[in-house]
């Protein structure tokens, strides 16, 4: 703001100075100080006082961003007052949160006001009530596989048409095509037998969603693999051969266990967990099925005698001699599209699908490119939820907001009870923690209560939502367990794998729960800028990393009423390396800077809107930039601040 009264104008008068400023305030000595000015209904400048209500808080601050406009209509000032943030109208003065110190910014969405914190994350204060919301996240709810009954299907005898001997170690080429088609197509009426009662027999992986009123999404969880026992089932048969020659082939039998994805509480819902949440919605991966219809299956002998001979039959697609989750199978490619691509390959009720759509599914998700990682796409991973962010200043745009002088702050980690494989009922309660720990060897820490229950198994598949992390220890009371994490492909997660794509145990047993330290590393982009939209505020769209100098106020472009004459910038981005236009191109995904003005501002105060554009005080000369035309000078010597 520039608030500016003549020197003989008393206090709250009204004083209407032209704009540009006259010449008659080019004469230093008339001027004494600059305060409150705002633009005149009948042209210039005018004077005015400060509001009754904050005159009443004498050594409020009013915060970056805080005139806010309520549902209602009422305008409100959002002031910081003796270690409280409040909200200040014509009529009351409303006590929302105590901090420790004023915030760095703040603005409203449509139904709350984000308070942006010098440190740590930030508060989400719903505008009706002006009572900040707690935090929800994944200390409840359980992931479980559910075990059924088993499925079979049967492969059919046959008589081969090649002639073998206790030294053969294979068959002949026609008896092996033979052979995988029954095997590929018992493996297929097993599923369809299986997906008949709504029942998995793969690997799938899945994660759940909590929902609130409206259908906004609330949480969402880690994405885990849910596994049989073994990991992968029905992927070999024994086959016997017998009679003269050893032609005739005995029928085989595939068999698998069904199972479902369920729920467990790790912990019994508070009272504001369930005023928030109106649903959990569990989302699920197609089932990982090994089977490649084009490939052929492997024979490997396993016995002879006079009578007899007995091989292993793999079905087509799997090799005996690698590891389904190692770093090059096919099935790990699979994985890892799915959590790069998490938004869009997970979904409810993919048990519908019948087993050939389901394979198609899964091979489209093998085939989407993986998009090597970039200092953009990696800023913007370290941004997005559930890791988050402060800003130092903000503006909005019509339904967009704009974020600069970034801090990331990395996500505590997912809890426990949210990687588990497997619970059972317990009489005790039993503490737990998950440390992550990334690759300057910084930490962070979940920690949360599983009551009556102790978990035995964990994913195989664990997760952390930033390619930096190395490391994951996960702690169960006394048992442990320490695994390797690795980058996924578009540099979206960190991740293990279990090689067998079984359930994980814990390895190491200590005296009793030790609770790990935690040492988060917090990364400054100070000429960083995220653009959020209006219903997703904590979510960038776009995100760039700047130049080395730093954003110290950001202002929205003049809007137009009609769609046909859309001004050039959306935003003005301000601070020591100079005044730029901002715009954003590809549908809001990428922003585009025009430098405007080199001379640069060192506070937020030094700038403001006018009618078309913007205002700042560079060094000692006040210009004045409209549009993305670049800057033109109102006042050569201007030693204000602010």
């Not at 914190?117 to 559910?146: M, S």
């Not at 068959?171 to 037998?193: F, P, V, W």
């Not at 994405?223 to 048969?237: F, N, Y």
């Not at 967009?400 to 980690?413: E, K, M, Q, S």
């Amino acid at each position: 703001m520039f608030p500016s009264c003549h020197p003989t104008c008393p206090k709250g008068s009204r004083a209407v100075i032209p704009f540009p400023l006259s010449s008659t305030l080019h004469d230093r000595s008339r001027v004494l100080r600059c305060h409150n000015l705002r633009p005149d209904p009948t042209g210039g400048l005018m004077g005015v006082s400060r509001p009754a209500t904050i005159s009443s808080l004498p050594g409020a601050e009013p915060v970056k961003g805080g005139l806010i406009t309520l549902d209602d209509g009422t305008r409100c000032i959002i002031m910081y007052h003796h270690g409280h943030l409040k909200a200040v109208t014509d009529t009351e003065i409303k006590s929302i949160i105590r901090l420790d110190e004023a915030p760095a910014t703040v603005t409203r969405t449509a139904g709350s006001l984000i308070v942006m914190r010098h440190r740590g994350t930030p508060l989400l204060i719903p505008l009706d009530t002006l009572v900040p919301a707690g935090h929800l996240n994944g200390t409840v709810i359980t992931l479980t596989r559910q075990d059924m009954t088993a499925v079979s299907a049967d492969i059919p005898a046959v008589t081969l048409k090649g002639s073998y001997d206790t030294s053969s170690r294979t068959l002949c080429d026609a008896d092996r095509t033979t052979l995988d088609k029954g095997m590929r197509d018992a493996y297929l009426r097993l599923c369809d037998l299986a997906r008949m009662q709504r029942r998995y027999i793969q690997p799938v992986v899945a994660r759940y969603r909590l929902i609130g009123d409206g259908g906004d999404v609330i949480y969402t969880s880690a994405p885990v693999l849910i596994s049989p026992e073994s990991g992968l089932q029905a992927t070999h048969a024994s086959i016997l051969l017998t009679g003269e020659g050893f032609r005739q082939m005995s029928g085989a039998r595939l068999t698998a266990t069904g199972y479902t994805v369920g729920i467990t509480y790790s912990r019994t819902p508070d009272a504001e967990w369930l005023s928030r949440v109106r649903s959990v919605e569990v989302l699920v991966s197609p089932q990982l099925h090994p089977l490649v219809t084009g490939l052929p299956g492997t024979f490997t002998r396993t016995g002879s005698s006079t009578t007899q001979l007995t091989f292993t039959h793999t079905l087509p697609g799997v090799n005996p001699l690698d590891d389904p989750g190692s770093s090059s199978s096919r099935l790990t490619r699979c994985i890892t599209s799915i959590i790069d691509n998490a938004d869009t390959t997970l979904r409810s009720s993919p048990a519908e699908d019948d087993t050939s759509e389901e394979m198609a599914r899964l091979q489209s998700i093998i085939s989407i490119p993986s998009t090597p990682p970039t200092p953009d796409s990696i800023m913007r991973v370290r941004l997005s939820p559930p890791n988050t962010f402060t800003a130092g200043c903000t503006a909005r745009s019509g339904d967009l907001i704009a974020w600069g002088n970034l801090t990331a702050i990395p996500f505590d980690g997912y809890t426990l009870p949210e990687m588990s494989a497997k619970v059972i009922a317990s009489e005790s309660s039993t503490p737990t923690a998950v440390q992550v720990t990334m690759q300057d060897g910084s930490t962070v820490v979940s920690q949360t209560v599983v009551h009556k229950q102790s978990v035995t198994s964990l994913s195989p598949l664990l997760v952390y939502p930033n390619p930096d992390a190395r490391l994951i220890t996960l702690i169960a009371g006394r048992r442990s367990v320490t695994l390797p994490l690795t980058p996924s492909p578009c540099g979206r997660w960190a991740y293990y794998l279990s090689p067998t794509l079984a359930p994980v145990t814990f390895t190491d047993d200590t005296e009793g729960f030790v609770s790990p330290p935690s040492s988060p590393s917090l990364r400054r982009y100070p000429s960083g800028i995220a653009i959020t939209t209006e219903s997703s505020p904590l979510t960038p769209t776009a995100v760039s990393a700047g130049d080395a100098s730093v954003i110290h106020s950001l202002l929205p472009s003049m809007r137009h009423s009609s769609s046909f004459t859309v001004p050039a910038a959306r935003f003005y981005t301000l601070g020591t390396g100079g005044i730029s236009s901002m715009t954003l191109t590809d549908r809001r995904t990428r922003i585009n800077m025009n430098l405007l003005d080199s001379r640069g501002i060192t506070d937020h105060r030094a700038a403001t809107p006018i009618p078309g554009g913007i205002a700042a005080i560079t060094g000692d000369r006040l210009i004045a930039i409209t549009g993305s035309r670049q800057s033109s000078t109102i006042l050569e010597e201007c030693p204000s601040g602010m």
